[in-house]
């Protein structure tokens, strides 16, 4: 069974930086991508921000996140379980919800692509104060 659990997020003032992270688990191979979606309070709708494909390491952002945070991974690409970072810099008041890591079937220019999702984190609050 493969499972994501997320750490990192919390509290950061405008212009700051936090690290969230989803270790993976459960895989036999190294070819799946990740995902990161965040939830605004407020908002129904869950916004894909970035994603990874793990099996060559490819990664893709949404306009919204683009050169400001940063999808990786400690192992090398293809590496069947692996940790994977979200580094966010110059956080915005608009960057504050809740973050998902998850498996989409296929990653996308502007990151992750649209469902069958396999698995899903539990969530982690992201605050950011202005």
């Known amino acids: 069974e493969v499972q994501l659990v997320q750490s990192g997020g919390g509290l950061a003032q405008a212009g700051g930086s936090l690290r969230l992270a989803c270790a993976v688990s459960?895989?036999?191979?190294?070819?799946?991508?990740i995902g990161w979606f965040r939830q605004a309070p407020g908002k129904d709708r869950r916004e894909g921000v970035s994603?990874?494909?793990?099996?060559?390491?490819?990664?893709?952002?949404?306009?919204s996140v683009k050169g400001r945070f940063a999808i990786s991974t400690e192992g090398a690409p293809n590496t069947a379980n692996n940790m994977v970072y979200l580094e966010m810099y110059g956080l915005k008041a608009e960057d504050s919800g809740v973050y998902y890591c998850?498996?989409?079937?296929?990653?996308?220019?502007?990151?992750?692509?649209?469902?069958?999702?396999?698995?899903w984190g539990q969530g982690t609050q992201v605050t950011v104060s202005s």
């Open positions: 998850a498996t989409p079937s296929y990653c996308r220019d502007d990151g992750p692509g649209a469902g069958p999702f396999g698995s």
């Open positions: 459960g895989f036999t191979t190294g070819r799946y991508n």
């Open positions: 994603c990874l494909r793990n099996a060559d390491g490819s990664t893709y952002y949404s306009d």
